[in-house]
Nanobody
Framework: QAQLVESGGGLVQTGGSLRLSCVTS????????MGWYRQAPGKQRELVAV???????NYADSVKGRFTISRDNAKNTVYLQMNSLKAEDTAVYYC?????????WGQGTQVTVSS
């Protein structure tokens, strides 16, 4: 059973930056695909960015060019650098670790962008 703990959320003004972190324990982090998802009030949870064990990445169109996902296998940590934040980026951000036949979620961290 893996445990994921997110941190780094908070309140920021439009155009500002935040960096989210997700520390994983209890699984072979280096083999897992890691992803960041978000859920705004009244909306479905959506994929923000994902990074494979190889380092290959994929982003939602809405965050391309503004967000960067990265991972540090030595620290069992995945990051989400968020720049040029917009009001529509306001959501709870969740970290997900998954592979064939399993997935684990963190508890989420709130990001609020004020205009």
């Amino acid at each position: 059973q893996a445990q994921l703990v997110e941190s780094g959320g908070g309140l920021v003004q439009t155009g500002g930056s935040l960096r989210l972190s997700c520390v994983t324990s209890g699984s072979i982090f280096s083999l897992n695909v890691m992803g960041w998802y978000r859920q705004a009030p009244g909306k479905q949870r959506e994929l923000v960015a994902v990074i494979a064990s190889s380092g290959a990445t994929n982003y939602a169109d809405s965050v391309k060019g503004r967000f960067t996902i990265s991972r540090d296998n030595a620290k069992n940590t995945v990051y989400l650098q968020m720049n040029s934040l917009k009001a529509e980026d306001t959501a709870v951000y969740y970290c997900k670790s998954y592979g064939v036949g399993y997935e684990f979620w963190g508890q989420g961290t709130q990001v609020t962008v004020s205009s």
